[in-house]
């Protein structure tokens, strides 16, 4: 398994943006294929964001295309999230999930097996 640490989240405007980034350790990151959730209060966890790992092939959830882009340096041995054009619902806690499998990501939480402790967006009106 990799140890995950998720930074950049905060408070910010409608409309505005932030890139959440996900540090993995362990050598073997480039392996993994990657997910991005978050969890609203109340709600259950949403899938936003994934990625595979060599060939980086990715998707997202309906809501979020076209906003949020996921992407990855295994040089760093991060992911990231950049989030553009913010709306209050996307409020949340946002958090990065690994799976070592390399061909194939996932929109279910269940498929990963590790997760970082999230880091919180808020998005004011």
């Known amino acids: 398994q990799v140890q995950l640490v998720e930074s950049g989240g905060g408070l910010v405007q409608a409309g505005g943006s932030l890139r959440l980034s996900c540090a993995a350790s362990?050598?073997?990151?480039?392996?993994?294929?990657m997910g991005w959730f978050r969890q609203a209060p109340g709600k259950e966890r949403e899938f936003v964001a994934a990625i595979t790992s060599n060939s980086g092939i990715t998707s997202y959830a309906d809501s979020m295309k076209g906003r949020f882009t996921i992407s990855r340096d295994n040089l760093k041995n991060t992911v990231y999230l950049q989030m553009n054009s913010l709306k209050t619902e996307d409020t949340g806690v946002y958090s990065c999930?690994?799976?070592?499998?390399?061909?194939?990501?996932?929109?279910?939480?269940?498929?990963?097996?590790?997760w970082g402790q999230g880091t919180q967006v808020t998005v004011s009106s």
């Open positions: 999930a690994a799976n070592p499998n390399r061909y194939y990501s996932s929109r279910s939480p269940t498929y990963y097996n590790s």
């Open positions: 362990g050598r073997t990151f480039s392996s993994y294929s």
